[in-house]
């Protein structure tokens, strides 16, 4: 008597490939060092956690923490196969990404995290250093103000001066895009004074000189000029009028 086989039926999509790249990375294995979760911490660990909750959002462009439970619970075998993982839908329930969020709020090891990352990344890839491009970006949403909140009224490049906004500085490698900074300050937050933190991280990440950081007229404050140049760098951008 012939044995009914087992079928699973599972939609892949993109998920093995973004997994893959994300371990080639490194990057469970650099966020578990560099955020540490508490003793109290069960199941899949917090960077397991983080790279597959990551595949879900790239996968399905949809960042909302309610969806993510059951999008786990319909792929469990292909997680699990493909990470090698113990995956369980309850390790990607609402209040333990909001944790995993508080996690990584943590700006000191962020930078740390970001900085090796970078460091690995680029070795990995081989990725041409020479040219980065810094800027910043509005984002505008239904949000409620608070006073210590991130979402600030301020000048919007929205057009939407009604709305709170968040603001996030980025230098990005130039012209592949890739991120090697980030930054996300309240809304009612200038430009001017948030290069000079950004650019020096990545002047950290990538420990050498030389370096081309390419920007708007707002990069070109005194201070930030000055900056780059004493640091043995170069910047292209235009004069304000």
């Not at 939609?11 to 371990?23: A, S, T």
């Amino acid at each position: 008597m012939h044995e009914i086989p087992n079928i699973i039926t599972e939609r892949v999509d993109d998920i093995p490939l973004l997994l893959e790249q994300m371990q080639r990375m490194e990057l469970p294995t650099l966020l578990d060092t560099h955020f540490p979760a508490h003793g109290n911490w069960y199941g899949l660990s917090l960077g397991w956690v983080s790279t597959i909750w990551l595949s879900s959002i790239v996968s399905r462009g949809d960042h909302r923490l309610v969806h993510v439970e059951p999008w786990v619970a319909n792929r469990l075998f292909t997680l699990q196969t493909v990470t090698g993982q113990d995956v369980e839908r309850l390790d990607f329930t609402d209040d333990r990404l909001e944790s995993v969020l508080r996690h990584l709020s943590d700006d000191n090891r962020w930078g740390q995290f970001e900085s090796r990352l970078n460091q690995h990344t680029v070795r990995v890839y081989d990725l041409s250093t020479e040219r980065m491009h810094v800027d910043s970006t509005t984002a505008s949403a239904y949000a409620s103000v608070s006073p210590e909140g991130l979402f600030q009224f301020g000048h919007s490049k929205d057009y939407r001066p009604d709305l709170p906004q968040v603001k996030v500085m980025q230098a990005v490698l130039d012209p592949l895009g890739m991120p090697l900074a980030t930054d996300v300050v309240s809304g009612e937050r200038a430009d001017d004074p948030l290069y000079v933190p950004c650019i020096a991280r990545v002047q950290k990440s990538l420990g050498r000189g030389g370096l081309l950081f390419v920007g708007d007229c707002k990069m070109a404050a005194h201070a930030t000029r000055a900056f780059i140049a004493l640091s043995g760098d170069y910047y292209l951008c235009p004069l304000p009028q």
